[in-house]
């Protein structure tokens, strides 16, 4: 459709039509930019969907491997416990990780907020939290593995410092949206800078730190199970074991196990915070 | 007697060299209660903020300006005095936007004014004293919103909210109350409701009443007596009974709009009978 600006427009209206076909111009050159990019790292990205075909019947053997109908046969109903038993590990990493993460993510919280700090703590908290975002759980993961030994609580200190430094930042921004004039409403009495923090942001950002909380808890779930790749506890090690000894109807137990917790913990966590708003 | 609020000399610049308020000078003795009016950005609510101590005011050696509140300073000079927050505590204050939480349970924004006077480690607990709880219901009570004790205050009307904001004032127990245009964001009835408990604190409770208004009917039917300002200087200061329209007219020369809006809703709404109105007191 084109616009054009002819008699019946007002001068007006013949702006804005003129703003409204430079966003269209706008809009076509992000696509294009886009397409570039994918173009560009297509190489990169090592895109070879040729792979996918030649390797077909090497990929049905691994897929015929992992058929429930197989592996209810090999494995062990003690085995079956003990999966379940590494799952329950993993979550209770994430439990504790996502735990200390949220007590920390309070105070390091407020103090990242422009209008509850002065910018002279506001900058440098924000610095540290942005540097345990950058970090991914698995070096975290890696380095509390050689400094705390292998096992769960290397996971546990891995989680709690990642998630602070986005929990941190996500209830930040919750701070720095709130309406100030019950802040101001509560100042007014004669409250202390901490009171005005308890009473009038608090009560303010409560329904969305609740929901931060929550949904970090979720990834932290998925995460864990991943940690124990290296060795950092939960059903990510004894998966990682099944899988490098091509114990492949083992290692799909573990998975639809996996799956089966996540998803129920998604519906749980999904449900409180629903409640929580 | 010390006053209750005794303004000398008050001048704040804002940015760009405006002057919201320009050498104001006020007196309120104890148990009055007084009108504030002005149009729009004539600096009655930055002189409410003044005295409430939630804004200093300029710190040129040359405009010098103190405010006094039940005899302790509040500011001198553009500096809070030291204490800020023991003085705010005796200060009532309450807003056009009301200033309540609006998760929180009314009975909790009630309780809100006993947190200048309770140790902090009681307040961060939430852990109010059995009295403090019973003031605040019967203060809930005195205002008419008892029965909404356990509602979230934002599910309350407009006119319920502003009467929490009056209990929890109450419950601060200060001798003075700052109401800082209470009526504005209110339809009639609510605002003829919140202007008699506002009179009747007075007379009750004999505590101070400053109150802006952007209606001359207003406090005319409820002050003794009445200040106005215009450009942040004081232009009136006397009794409300003689503000007519043809003083107004004379105080803010030159600002019809300033006149309409002050002499009444009836009169924005019908530009002619203000013509008429101004004419017939000008005859």
């Known amino acids: 459709m084109s616009m054009s600006t002819s008699t019946h427009l007002s001068p007006e209206m013949a702006v804005r039509a003129q703003i409204e076909s430079r966003k269209r111009l706008y809009a076509m050159a992000g696509w294009l930019a886009l397409i570039g990019l994918l173009v560009l790292s297509y190489g990169g990205a090592g895109v070879d969907f040729g792979k996918l075909w030649n390797n077909r019947d090497n990929i049905a053997t691994l897929a015929w491997d992992f058929v429930p109908a197989h592996f209810l046969t090999f494995v062990e109903r003690a085995e079956w416990s003990f999966y379940i038993g590494a799952m329950w590990e993993t979550v209770q990493i994430a439990i504790w990780g996502t735990f200390l993460a949220v007590v920390c993510a309070v105070p390091f919280g407020l103090m990242c907020s422009t209008n509850v700090a002065p910018w002279w703590i506001v900058q440098p908290t924000r610095r540290v939290m942005d540097a345990l975002r950058a970090i991914n759980e698995i070096v975290f993961a890696l380095l509390f593995v050689v400094a705390v030994g292998l096992g769960p609580f290397a996971g546990t200190l891995a989680l709690f410092l990642h998630t602070t430094g986005i929990l941190a930042k996500l209830f930040s921004e919750a701070v720095e949206a709130i309406d100030h004039r019950p802040v101001e409403g509560i100042r007014a009495t004669g409250a202390t800078s901490l009171e005005e923090i308890v009473y009038g942001i608090v009560p303010q950002v409560m329904p969305l730190w609740v929901s931060y909380a929550l949904y970090r808890f979720e990834s932290n779930v998925r995460s864990a199970a991943v940690l124990g790749i290296v060795g950092a506890g939960g059903i990510g090690m004894v998966l990682y074991e099944e899988l490098r000894s091509f114990n492949y109807p083992t290692a799909s137990v573990i998975m639809v196990i996996i799956i089966v917790a996540v998803s129920l913990l998604d519906m749980l966590s999904a449900r409180l915070r629903k409640f929580a708003s | ?283």
Request: glycine share 10%.
């Open chain 2, 1 to 283: 007697m010390t006053a209750a609020i005794e303004v000398r000399g008050l001048t704040k610049t804002f940015g760009g060299g405006r002057k919201a308020l320009d050498g104001v000078d006020l007196v309120v003795a104890p148990g009055e209660m007084v009108a504030l009016i002005g149009a729009s950005g004539s600096g009655k609510s930055t002189l409410m903020r003044h005295i409430g101590g939630l804004v200093a005011g300029d710190r040129h050696a040359t405009a010098s300006g103190t405010i006094t509140v039940n005899g302790h300073a509040v500011q001198a000079s553009g500096r809070m005095a030291r204490d800020i927050r023991t003085i705010r505590g005796g200060i009532g204050f309450v807003f056009q936007q009301f200033g309540l939480v609006n998760r929180m349970s009314v009975l909790t924004n009630t309780l809100v004014g006993a947190l200048g006077r309770l140790p902090q480690w009681r307040t961060l607990l939430r852990w109010f004293p059995r009295h403090d709880v019973d003031l605040a219901f019967s203060a809930l009570a005195r205002v008419g919103v008892a029965d909404w004790a356990f509602e979230r205050a934002g599910d309350l009307s407009g006119g319920q909210q502003q009467r929490v904001a009056i209990a929890r004032a109450l419950v601060q127990k200060a001798p003075v109350l700052m109401a800082d245009e209470p009526i504005a964001s209110l339809d009639p009835a609510s605002s003829r409701n919140v202007m008699e408990i506002l009179q009747r604190i007075n007379a009750e409770d004999r505590i101070t009443v400053l109150v802006t208004l952007h209606q001359v009917d207003y406090a005319v039917k409820y002050c003794p007596r009445t200040v106005a300002l215009r450009k942040g200087r004081v232009v009136y200061d006397g009794p409300s009974a003689a503000l007519t329209p043809q003083l107004l007219s004379e105080l803010y020369a030159g600002d019809k709009e300033a006149v309409a809006a002050l002499w009444g809703t009836s009169l924005e709404e019908d530009a002619d009978s203000l013509e008429a109105k101004l004419a017939a007191g000008l005859s």
